[in-house]
């Protein structure tokens, strides 16, 4: 499996963990709510969907209401089918969601996994977010080190260019750092008395406190007009 399917995969479960959908609500809800599926076609969700449903972790049902399917017979449309996430796609879900290697910092995936942090305890947060500041904060001394041997020549133009790819990370690695914080913040305040509810606040979806401002960052890793 790619790491372009992986990552649609994952959002689909995460979205149908919600609710059942059927492919035209699916496609609507990672063009709007989720901003890192901007861009994507029916070619690259419906060959997703199959897949899922040949795993067991989807199935398909019909969607229709006996007037729809009466109408459907007698317009010769084929009937709407809804995706339904089984019991087997949720523990898959939940087992994808408490993964934290060097794949949830990349680019691509952190923005993914980020639009589910709802869905994800505070401890596999905390790994992937500071897994993710770790990486840029490797980037930027990558960078730095780059423009300091080649300033002398690059034209004003290219020099900008790089000054700007620079603020870009430094700008995330503050947000990060504002996003740990609140989250550290957070699992201070309900830090329970006894063991036993600590094991319990491990493992709690609740949000550690985001700060009001900022955008998930990174780049679209479904935008079909770049390939």
């Known amino acids: 499996m790619s790491r372009r399917s992986g990552i649609l995969e994952f959002a689909v479960l995460g979205l149908l963990r919600e609710s059942p959908m059927h492919g035209y609500e699916l496609r609507k809800r990672l063009n709007t709510s989720l901003g890192v599926f901007r861009a994507f076609s029916y070619g690259t969700l419906y ?3 199959k897949t899922l449903v040949a795993n067991g972790w ?3 049902e019909s969607g229709s209401t006996p007037e729809d399917a009466l109408a459907t017979a007698l317009s010769g449309r084929r009937a709407k089918i809804v995706y339904r996430l089984t019991a087997e796609g949720k523990e898959h879900f939940e087992d994808l969601l408490s993964q934290t290697g060097p794949d949830a910092y990349e680019d691509e995936h ?3 996994r980020f639009a589910f942090f709802g869905q994800t305890s505070r401890d596999v ?3 992937v977010l500071e897994g993710r500041r ?3 904060e490797e980037r930027l001394e990558k960078m730095g080190a780059s423009l300091a041997r080649t300033r002398e020549r690059l034209d004003d133009y290219t020099l900008e260019l790089q000054r700007h790819g620079m603020e870009s990370v430094e700008r995330e690695v503050r947000w990060l750092n ?3 914080e609140s989250e550290r913040a957070g699992r201070d305040q309900r830090r329970p008395a006894s063991e036993g ?7 709690s979806g609740e949000s550690g406190g985001l700060p009001r ?3 998930i960052p990174g780049p679209d890793p479904f935008d079909d007009t770049a390939t």
């Open 178 to 180: 504002e996003l740990i």
């Open 197 to 203: 509810s600590a094991q319990q606040d491990s493992t």
């Open 134 to 136: 770790s990486r840029l």
């Open 125 to 127: 947060r905390m790994r």
């Open 213 to 215: 401002h900022g955008e």
């Open 58 to 60: 989807l199935i398909e």
């Open 47 to 49: 060959p997703c969907l």
């Open 110 to 112: 952190f923005a993914a």
